[in-house]
C-alpha cells in the first residue's frame, strides 16, 4: 500500500523524525483554517499517490491567508498525472539551504537492503541516476546487522553531505532504517531531505510504501486505508473485501484468478461488448464470496448482464455452482447471468445447475461462446 505524503509524515513521526507542523483540508476554508493555525508562511500541498507534484503545480508557497485561499482553489480538483487532487496537506513553510535525498528499499536479487543517499535531492533520484550516478552514495544493509550510527556516519560522508548536516543525518537514518524495518517498509523516501539555513535536518516529503504481507501484525495501518477512491462500488467491494475495479461497461464480470478476469474483459471487448468492473473472486469462490461479487455487480445500474466466468483448478466447479445457487437464493439480481464453468469438476458442476437455468440463468461451453451470449444480452 502506497501512503499519501501526510500520512507518510504522520509514519515518519512514530519513529522519531522530524516533519513540519501541518494537517490535512478538503475544501479552501480548511485550508485557511490549517493555516491560520499554524502560522504563516505555509506551503499547500496536494495528496496525490504520484511523484512530481511540485512541477505539476500542486505545491505552493502562502504567505498568508489570501494566498492560501488561491494556491488551495487551484490545487483542490487539479488533474496530477491522472490523479485528481482531493485532500489537500497544509504544512509550515520551511527556509531551504540544501536539498538531499535518502531512501530505503529491498534489493532482492541480493537479499538486502539498499540505501540510497545523495547530496543532490530535490530532483527525481532517477534523473540524478542517469545524469551523475557518482551523484548516489549505496548502501547495501545486510537484515540481519541492521544499520548502526557508525556506519550511517560513514555513509553521510561518503555521499558528501555538508558538514553542518552529518551528524543529524546520520541519526535520522538510523531512525529511517527503523521506519522501514520495524514499520515494515518497501520503501521509505524522503526528497527533498533539506538542510535549513539555521542547520537543522529535517523531511520536506515522505515517499512509503507499506508492505501489504505485514498488514496482519499491523492493525494501526487500518487508518491509512482512506480516500482510496470515489466510487460507491469500490467503497462496497472494498467493505466485502473483493477485488474490484469499476469501468463504464454494460457486462457485469465475475472471474477466478487476476488473469482470468483480464482475459475475459479481453474476450467481451473482442466480441463488441463493454465491462461494467474488473473482479477476481480468487481461489475460494465460497457461497458467500459470489453472493458478495453478485450483489456489488447488480447495484451498479449500467450492469445489463453478468458473466461469470469460472476455470475450476484448485477450486471446484461444483463448489462454485453450489455457491452460485445459494447466492441466487440469498441476493435478487435483476440482470440475466451467463456462466462458463470448465475445469475441476465441471461436469459435476454442470449438473448441479442444470435444474436451476432460466431464461436469466444460461451456461454457456466455452469462454466465446458465453462472452457472445451475454453481450447479445447486454446489447439488448
Ligand atoms: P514532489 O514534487 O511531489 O516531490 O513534492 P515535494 O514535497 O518534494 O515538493 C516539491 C518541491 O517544493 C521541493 O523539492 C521543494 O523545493 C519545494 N518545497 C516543498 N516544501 C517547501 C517548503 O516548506 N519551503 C520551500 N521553500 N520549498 C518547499
Ligand atoms: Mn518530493
Keep these: 500500500m502506497d501512503l499519501f505524503e501526510y500520512q507518510g509524515k504522520q509514519y515518519f513521526a512514530r519513529f522519531g523524525i522530524a516533519v513540519s507542523p501541518g494537517d490535512v483540508a478538503d475544501t479552501v476554508d480548511e485550508a485557511v483554517a490549517v493555516a491560520e493555525r499554524i502560522g504563516y508562511p505555509v506551503v499547500v500541498k496536494a495528496q496525490v499517490k504520484v511523484g512530481g507534484r511540485g512541477k505539476a503545480g500542486g505545491v505552493k508557497l ?26 489537500l496537506w497544509i504544512e509550515r513553510s520551511s527556509d531551504i539551504a540544501k536539498e538531499y535525498y535518502a531512501s530505503f528499499t529491498l534489493d532482492r536479487p541480493n537479499k538486502t537492503h539498499l540505501g540510497m543517499l545523495s547530496a543532490q535531492g530535490g530532483v527525481e533520484i ?6 551523475n550516478p557518482d551523484a548516489i552514495a549505496f548502501l547495501s544493509i545486510d537484515p540481519v546487522r541492521g544499520l548502526d550510527l557508525a556506519t550511517a556516519r560513514r555513509w553521510v560522508n561518503e555521499a558528501e553531505l555538508d558538514e553542518a548536516a552529518r551528524e543529524q543525518t546520520a541519526e535520522l537514518l538510523v531512525k529511517l532504517y527503523d521506519c522501514y524495518t520495524t514499520g515494515d517498509c518497501d520503501l521509505a523516501e524522503i526528497n527533498p531531505l533539506i538542510l535549513t539555513p539555521d542547520n537543522k535536518v529535517h523531511a520536506l516529503d515522505a515517499k512509503v510504501t ?15 486505508r482512506v480516500n482510496e477512491t470515489e466510487d460507491p462500488r469500490e467503497i462496497m467491494a472494498k467493505e466485502k473485501g473483493l477485488n474490484y475495479i469499476g469501468l463504464d461497461g454494460t457486462v457485469g464480470i465475475i472471474a477466478n484468478g487476476a488473469g482470468l478476469a483480464m482475459s475475459t474483459l479481453d474476450v467481451v471487448n473482442q466480441v463488441g461488448g463493454t465491462a461494467a468492473n474488473f473482479l477476481d473472486i480468487g481461489g475460494g469462490a465460497n457461497a458467500d464470496v459470489m453472493a458478495a461479487a453478485l450483489e456489488v455487480i447488480s447495484a451498479d445500474p449500467k ?9 475450476g483448478g484448485i477450486t471446484r466447479v461444483d463448489e462454485v455452482a453450489k455457491g452460485v445457487i445459494e447466492a441466487l437464493s440469498r441476493v435478487s439480481i435483476s440482470s440475466p447471468i451467463v456462466l462458463r464453468l470448465d475445469g475441476t469438476n465441471a461436469v459435476e458442476g454442470r449438473a448441479i ?24 444480452l447486454a446489447n439488448a
Design 303 to 311: 450492469v445489463k448482464a453478468i458473466f461469470v466466468n469460472i476455470f
Design 126 to 131: 532517477e534523473v540524478v541516476a542517469e545524469e
Design 210 to 224: 507499506l508492505d501489504d504481507n505485514a498488514s496482519f501484525r499491523h492493525p494501526e495501518w487500518e487508518e491509512f
Design 62 to 87: 502562502a504567505a498568508n491567508v489570501d494566498e492560501v485561499r488561491t494556491h488551495a482553489g487551484n490545487i483542490l480538483g487539479l488533474d496530477i498525472k491522472g490523479h485528481v487532487v482531493r485532500r
Design 353 to 376: 445447475l442444470a435444474p436451476h437455468l432460466n431464461a436469466a440463468l444460461i451456461t454457456e461451453p466455452t469462454m466465446l461462446d458465453a462472452a457472445r451470449r451475454v453481450v447479445a
